[in-house]
C-alpha cells in the first residue's frame, strides 16, 4: 500500500483492496488524528445534508397535488360502487326470471377485499395546512367507512345466496338486503359530492381564478360541460325493477344535448393558447363531448311508446352515459390537468358513482278519445335574392340538415307502411267474428317507428344560420311534417290499444279501416309537403354562388344534379302511370342521354380530383361513376314497367322505390358527402303504393280493373324473353296482399304422397310438386302445421343492407300468418352454433319478432355444427303429416362434409326437408347450396327485394293437409 503523508488518502496499490475496513485504517500508523477527524466530520455532514433534503422534499408537494390525492381516492372509491351496482342489477335480473321459472339455482360473484391503497394514500398528504388536512382527513374517513358498510352488505347478499337462504324466505331476507344497499348508494353519493366540493373550495383557496390565464380558461370551460352532464345523470332514474313503468325525463337530455352544441362551438377557443400535449388533450375532450351528443340523440328518438312500456331504455342509456362520462369526457379532463401541470396545477373532477331511483308507478294512457290530427299551417312564401358572397359553411351544412330531416323521416315512414301493410293482411282474418273467435288474438306494434326528435330539435337551433326571410318558412314546413309524424306516432298507439282491447270483435275493424285511411292521406300529404321544403331549401341554396366556379367538385356535382333532376322526372311519370293519372310511360330518352355524357366528360369533370379505388369509401370516382351507370339501368327498367297485376302481392312501384332511392340517391349524396359542404343532397322518395285502401281490398273486382299495358312515347325495344320469363315466375309465385283474391285461377293438381320412414313414422299428405301452379294467398289456411328450423347465419359478412335487413324482413313476412299449431325455432351458426329460440308457438308471433329484431352480424361461419344442431332440434319436435322444414340462410357457401350430407339426405327421405336461402348482391353463388338443397329435397333460392316478402310463406305452405 502507498501511503501520501499528510494528505489522509488512500491509493491502491495494484492486486490490492480499494476499500478497507474502518478498524484497518485505525491499526495504520501512518494516519494522524488530524486526519481521522476529517473523515469523521465528512460522513456526519454528508449525513445531515441527506437528511435535510428529504425533510425538504417531505414538504414541497403542491396544495393541488395533495388535493388530487384526495379526487383519486373518489375515483377508486366510485370504481368499487360501479361494480356493486352491476353485479345488483344483473342480480335482481336474474331474482325476476327465477320468480317466474325458478329452474336454476341463483349466483352471485364473490366481491374480494377492498383496496385500501388509495385511502392510504390519501391520508398521508402534507401539501396543505394542518387545519385543511384535518378537516378533509375526517370526511375522507367517512366516505372509506361508507364504502365499507356497502361491501360488507353485498357480501352478506352474497353468503345468503351462496347459501341458498332464499330458498326458505321466498326471497324476503333477499329484498331487505337488496332495499338496505339501495339505501347506501344513494348516501354514499351524497357524502362524496359534498366532500369534492369542500376540496374545490380549498382548491380555489390556494388556485385564485384568472380569466388571464388559458389554462385556468379552459379548466373552467371543461368544468362547465361536466356540470352540465353531471346534471344530466343526476336527473336520470336507474330502476333496479326493469318493469317500472315510469316517466323518464327525455325534455331534460334534450336541452343537455342543446346546450353540449353551444360548448362545442366555444369549448376550443383557448387552444392556440396552450402547449402540447395539453392542447391535444382539449381536442380530446370536445371528441368526447362530440361523441356523446349521438348517445344522447339515440336516446331521445329511441324512447318510443314501447320504450315507455317498461325501464329498459332508461336503464340502458343511464349506463352507457355514465360509462361515457367516466371512461372518455373525465379520462381526457384528467389528462390535460396532467399535461398542464409544468404551467399550472389544476384539479381533477371525480367520477360519477351510480344510484337506484324508488319505485314509481306511471297510469296507462290508452288514448280513449281517439287521436288528434295534427296542426297544418300554410307555408309562407318568399322570395329569394341573388347573394354577391358565397354561403357560409354553417348555412350549407343547415341546409343539407333539412334534407337529412326529410330522409330520415321517410326512412321512419317506410318502416311503419310495411308493418301497416302486414298488420292489415292478417287483419283481414279477423273481419268476420265468427271465424277470428277461434283465431289467436289479433296483435299490432309499431316499436320500429322513431320520430327523428332529436335531428328535428338540433336543426331548429342551427337554423339560425339561415337569414330571416327563408327561416322562418322553411322552419314552418318542418314543423308541420314534424307534427304528422307525431300524428302517425298517435295513431299507431290507438291501433294497439285498439287490437289489445279486442274491439275488432265489436266493430268489425270499422275503427281499424279509418286509422288505415288517416294513414294513407297522411302519407300522400307528407309526400307533397316534404318536396315543397326541398324544392324551397334548393331555392335557397342557389342563390348563393359557388366558393369556386371551377372546383371539379362542383363542376362534376351540378353534371350529377341535372341527372338526378331528370331521374326524378321520370320516377314522378311512373308513379302518375301507375296511379292512372298518365296513359304512357314516361320518355327515358333524358336519362340515357345524361348516363352517356357523364360518363363521356368523367374526366373533364372530375379532373384534378384523386382516385382511390373502389375499395376506399374516399373515392369520389365510385359514386359519379355509379350514378352513371344506375341511371341507365333506370331508363331500362322503366322501359319495362307494367300495370298492377290483378291479386298481386307487390306493386310495380316498390322496385322503383328500392332502385331510386338506394342506387341514385344514395349514390348523389354520397358524393356530395365528399364534396365538404360545397353542394346540396337530394331527398329520398317514399313508396306510397305500400298498402291499398281497406275497401278498395274488399270490393276490387281483378276482371273489371284490368286495363291494356301502357305504351310507351319513344321507341319500344323488345323485351328480353329471359327477363320476360323471369317476371313471370316472379308473378305466378308471388303471394297476395288480400288473403280473399287468390293469385292465380288454375286448378291446383296435387298428388298423394306416401312416405315409408325407416318403420318409425308414415305420413300421407298432400303436396303439391308444381310450384309454378301453386295458388299461394297470404294465409296458412288448409296447409298443415309447420315445423320450422330457421337456420342462421349471422357471421361478420352478413353485415350487409343487401343480407340481414332482406333476412329479418323475410321472417317477418310470415310471422302475422302463423297459428298456434306452427312450431318456430330459431338457430344461429355464427361461431360456436347454438339455439337461441327453442320451439315456439305461432302465437307468440311477437316474442318471435323480438328475437329476430336482435339479430347481429359477428364472428365466423360454422355451417356443418349448425346444420346437426338444426336437425336435432327438428326432429325433436317432428309433427305427422306436417310441414317438418329447415330454412338454411346464408350468404355464402362454406365446406360441408360427406357425413353431414348423408345426414341430411337420410333425414329428407324421413320428410325433414333442407330448403336454403342466399342472400347478396350476387345471384350466383350458390352452385354447391344448389345441390345440398336438391340432397335435402327442399328449395333452393336467391332472397332480394323483390322477393323477401314471399319466399318464406311459400316454405310454410309446403304442404296441403290431409283430405278428410
Request: net charge positive; aromatic share 10%.
Amino acid at each position: 500500500m502507498w501511503v501520501y503523508p499528510n494528505q489522509g488518502r488512500l491509493y491502491p496499490k495494484a492486486g490490492t483492496k480499494f476499500l478497507l475496513e474502518f478498524s484497518d485504517i485505525r491499526a495504520l500508523s501512518i494516519y494522524t488524528p488530524h486526519t481521522l477527524y476529517s473523515m469523521k466530520f465528512c460522513y456526519v455532514s454528508l449525513l445531515l445534508f441527506l437528511l435535510k433534503c428529504t425533510a425538504i422534499l417531505a414538504q414541497t408537494e403542491a396544495p393541488t397535488q395533495s388535493l388530487n390525492h384526495y379526487v383519486t381516492f373518489l375515483d377508486k372509491s366510485s370504481e368499487v360502487l360501479i361494480t356493486r351496482f352491476k353485479m345488483l342489477a344483473s342480480y335482481q335480473e336474474a331474482v325476476s326470471r327465477y320468480r317466474k321459472k325458478p329452474v336454476s339455482d341463483l349466483r352471485l360473484p364473490s366481491s374480494g377485499p377492498l383496496e385500501e391503497y388509495y385511502f392510504k394514500k390519501a391520508m398521508t398528504v402534507n401539501g396543505l395546512p394542518a387545519a385543511e388536512m384535518d378537516r378533509l382527513n375526517k370526511n375522507a374517513r367517512v366516505i372509506w367507512e361508507k364504502l365499507n358498510d356497502i361491501d360488507i352488505a353485498c357480501k352478506q347478499l352474497e353468503t345468503h345466496v351462496r347459501l341458498k337462504a332464499y330458498q326458505n324466505d321466498d326471497l324476503k331476507q333477499s329484498e331487505e338486503y337488496v332495499s338496505k344497499i339501495q339505501g347506501m348508494f344513494d348516501r354514499f353519493s351524497h357524502e362524496k359530492d359534498a366532500f369534492y366540493e369542500q376540496a374545490r373550495q380549498v382548491y380555489r383557496k390556494h388556485q385564485p381564478y384568472s380569466a388571464a390565464d388559458p389554462y385556468l380558461l379552459t379548466e373552467k370551460a371543461m368544468e362547465q360541460v361536466i356540470v352540465n352532464q353531471r346534471a344530466l345523470l343526476d336527473s336520470l332514474p336507474y330502476y333496479l325493477n326493469e318493469e317500472t313503468r315510469a316517466d323518464w325525463p327525455v325534455e331534460t337530455v334534450r336541452r343537455s344535448m342543446l346546450a353540449d352544441e353551444k360548448f362545442l362551438a366555444t369549448i376550443d377557443n383557448t387552444k392556440a393558447r396552450l402547449e402540447y400535449p395539453a392542447d391535444d388533450m382539449l381536442s380530446s375532450f370536445k371528441s368526447a363531448l362530440s361523441s356523446m351528443q349521438p348517445l344522447k340523440g339515440r336516446a331521445i328518438d329511441d324512447y318510443t311508446f314501447e320504450a315507455k312500456q317498461s325501464a329498459v331504455h332508461g336503464n340502458e342509456y343511464y349506463v352507457l352515459l355514465m360509462n361515457q362520462f367516466n371512461q372518455d369526457l373525465l379520462a381526457f379532463q384528467n389528462s390535460f390537468v396532467n399535461y398542464s401541470q409544468t404551467k399550472r396545477r389544476l384539479l381533477y373532477y371525480p367520477a360519477f358513482s351510480p344510484v337506484f331511483a324508488k319505485e314509481k308507478t306511471l297510469k296507462a294512457d290508452k288514448n280513449a278519445a281517439g287521436t288528434i290530427p295534427f296542426e297544418d299551417k300554410p307555408p309562407l312564401s318568399f322570395d329569394t335574392k341573388k347573394a354577391s358572397a358565397p354561403a357560409s359553411p354553417a348555412l350549407l351544412r343547415t341546409l343539407n340538415d333539412y334534407i337529412e330531416f326529410v330522409n330520415e323521416s321517410l326512412r321512419q315512414m317506410h318502416s311503419l307502411q310495411s308493418t301497416l301493410r302486414n298488420y292489415q293482411s292478417s287483419a283481414e282474418y279477423y273481419r268476420d267474428p265468427v271465424r277470428s273467435s277461434s283465431r289467436a288474438s289479433l296483435e299490432y306494434s309499431h316499436e320500429k317507428f322513431k320520430i327523428p326528435s332529436s335531428a328535428y330539435a338540433l336543426l331548429m337551433t342551427a337554423s339560425a344560420a339561415v337569414p330571416d326571410p327563408y327561416r322562418a318558412s322553411v322552419n314552418r314546413q318542418t314543423e308541420v311534417l314534424m307534427n304528422m309524424l307525431k300524428e302517425m306516432d298517435d295513431l299507431s298507439i290507438e291501433l294497439i290499444a285498439y287490437t289489445n282491447d279486442k274491439r275488432y270483435l265489436k266493430d268489425q275493424l270499422q275503427r281499424s279501416d279509418a286509422i288505415l285511411d288517416r294513414y294513407l292521406t297522411l302519407f300522400d300529404t307528407f309526400d307533397k309537403k316534404k318536396e315543397q321544403l326541398y324544392n324551397d331549401v334548393r331555392r335557397i341554396y342557389e342563390t348563393y354562388p359557388p366558393t369556386d366556379p371551377k372546383s371539379s367538385w362542383i363542376i362534376a356535382g351540378k353534371a350529377l344534379q341535372s341527372a338526378m333532376d331528370d331521374n326524378r322526372d321520370v320516377l314522378f311519370g311512373v308513379k302518375a302511370l301507375l296511379r292512372r293519372e298518365s296513359p304512357e310511360i314516361p320518355a327515358t330518352a333524358k336519362i340515357e342521354s345524361d348516363a352517356q355524357e357523364l360518363i363521356a366528360d368523367e374526366y373533364q369533370n372530375l379532373k384534378g380530383l384523386q382516385r382511390y379505388g373502389r375499395s376506399n369509401g374516399l373515392c369520389p370516382y365510385s359514386p359519379y361513376e355509379d350514378l352513371a351507370g344506375n341511371s341507365a339501368r333506370f331508363a331500362d327498367l322503366t322501359k319495362k314497367v307494367k300495370n298492377v297485376s290483378p291479386g298481386s302481392p307487390r306493386h310495380p312501384f316498390e322496385s322503383f322505390y328500392y332502385f331510386y332511392n338506394n342506387e341514385l340517391v344514395y349514390q348523389y349524396n354520397k358524393f356530395v358527402e365528399l364534396a365538404k359542404g360545397r353542394l346540396l343532397k337530394v331527398v329520398n322518395q317514399p313508396d306510397l303504393f305500400v298498402f291499398a285502401k281497406s275497401g278498395e281490398s274488399k270490393t276490387a273486382n281483378p276482371a273489371k280493373s284490368a286495363r291494356p299495358e301502357p305504351v310507351r312515347k319513344d321507341a319500344v325495344k323488345e323485351p328480353d324473353p329471359e327477363i320476360t320469363a323471369l317476371e313471370k315466375s316472379k308473378t305466378a309465385a308471388a303471394p297476395t296482399e288480400n288473403p280473399a283474391v287468390p293469385l292465380a285461377t288454375q286448378v291446383l293438381q296435387s298428388k298423394t304422397d306416401t312416405v315409408y320412414v325407416e318403420r318409425i313414422r308414415v305420413d300421407t299428405v298432400f303436396v303439391d310438386r308444381n310450384a309454378a301452379n301453386q295458388q299461394v294467398t297470404r294465409s296458412l289456411d288448409g296447409f298443415a302445421a309447420n315445423n320450422m328450423v330457421l337456420l342462421l347465419d349471422v357471421s361478420s359478412s352478413m353485415n350487409s343492407p343487401y343480407k340481414m335487413p332482406l333476412l329479418k324482413r323475410s321472417i317477418k313476412s310470415m310471422l302475422t300468418l302463423l297459428r298456434p299449431e306452427d312450431q318456430i325455432s330459431i338457430v344461429l351458426y355464427s361461431g360456436k352454433a347454438r339455439v337461441v329460440l327453442k320451439p315456439t308457438s305461432g302465437s307468440k308471433s311477437a316474442e318471435i319478432a323480438r328475437m329476430i329484431d336482435l339479430l347481429q352480424s359477428d364472428g365466423d361461419t360454422d355451417g356443418n355444427e349448425g346444420i346437426r344442431l338444426a336437425y336435432k332440434t327438428a326432429n325433436k319436435q317432428y309433427i305427422r303429416g306436417g310441414n317438418n322444414r329447415i330454412i338454411l340462410a346464408t350468404d355464402g357457401e362454406f365446406p360441408v362434409s360427406d357425413e353431414v350430407m348423408q345426414m341430411i339426405g337420410q333425414n329428407a327421405r324421413q320428410d325433414l326437408y333442407l330448403s336454403i336461402f342466399t342472400f347478396g348482391r350476387n345471384p350466383h353463388i350458390g352452385q354447391k347450396l344448389k345441390k345440398l338443397s336438391k340432397i335435402g329435397k327442399g328449395t333452393y333460392v336467391h332472397v332480394s327485394e323483390e322477393n323477401a316478402d314471399l319466399q318464406l310463406i311459400l316454405e310454410a305452405q309446403g304442404k296441403k293437409l290431409a283430405a278428410d
